[in-house]
């Protein structure tokens, strides 16, 4: 029982890692936009990406980054 309790803390923690859902998070290079390819860190992102991306630029602005809806 104990180990069950320790696996499902250790999947859960591990989700909230993959799960970067603030900006500065994901702009790894730190350029000021998320690429799609940044956005592959968080999978909701990456369904949101199209329709978040409104300039259709192929990168997320702070300001289209901010209609985000993390699930
Ligand atoms: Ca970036
Ligand atoms: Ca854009």
């Keep these: 029982m104990k180990k069950l309790v320790m696996s499902v803390f250790v999947i859960a923690s591990s989700f909230s890692v993959v799960a970067a859902d ?6 790894t290079d730190g350029n000021g936009s ?14 949101q990406f199209a329709d978040l991306d409104v300039d259709n630029s192929g990168e997320l602005s702070k300001e289209e980054f901010s209609k985000f809806k993390a699930s």
Aim: without cysteine; glycine residues 0%.
């Design 22 to 27: 603030d900006f500065a998070t994901l702009d």
């Design 34 to 47: 998320i690429s799609k390819d940044e956005a592959m860190q968080n999978v909701s992102l990456v369904h």
